[in-house]
């Protein structure tokens, strides 16, 4: 191979590595995303403290008293899965032991037209 084919073969990270400089390699779309939605969520939440009418210990009350309310919230509705989860299981487990299956297992019946 003579020198000037060499020369043409060169792209830009062999130039830019023979300095000590490299190009990072590029982001893909689930780490760019993620980025953007955490710099945007950051920003937003530097943006509405800074904006709020109210004092910073007044804020404070309203965020921490969000949260106590947001966490019962979140604690009924699981208790309220866990007991209907739970009610449904003994139904199952009753009829098994009975020998009835529940109705949305059973089969649907099958009518032949001819």
Do not use: C, Y
């Not at 779309?29 to 710099?39: D, N």
């Not at 404070?60 to 019962?72: N, S, Y």
């Amino acid at each position: 191979m003579t020198r000037l084919e060499q020369l043409r073969n060169i792209d830009i990270d062999d130039v830019l590595s023979m300095v000590g400089l490299a190009r990072r390699p590029r982001m893909s779309v689930a780490e760019a995303f993620f980025m953007g939605l955490g710099v945007g969520l950051a920003g937003g939440a530097v943006a509405t403290l800074m904006l709020t009418p109210f004092t910073g210990s007044e804020t404070r009350e309203k965020l921490l008293r969000a949260g106590e309310d947001l966490g019962r919230s979140v604690s009924n509705k699981m208790n309220e899965v866990k007991g209907s989860l739970s009610n449904r299981a003994g139904e199952v487990k009753g009829n098994l032991r009975s020998g009835q299956s529940s109705p949305e297992l059973q089969q649907p019946e099958v009518r032949s037209s001819v």
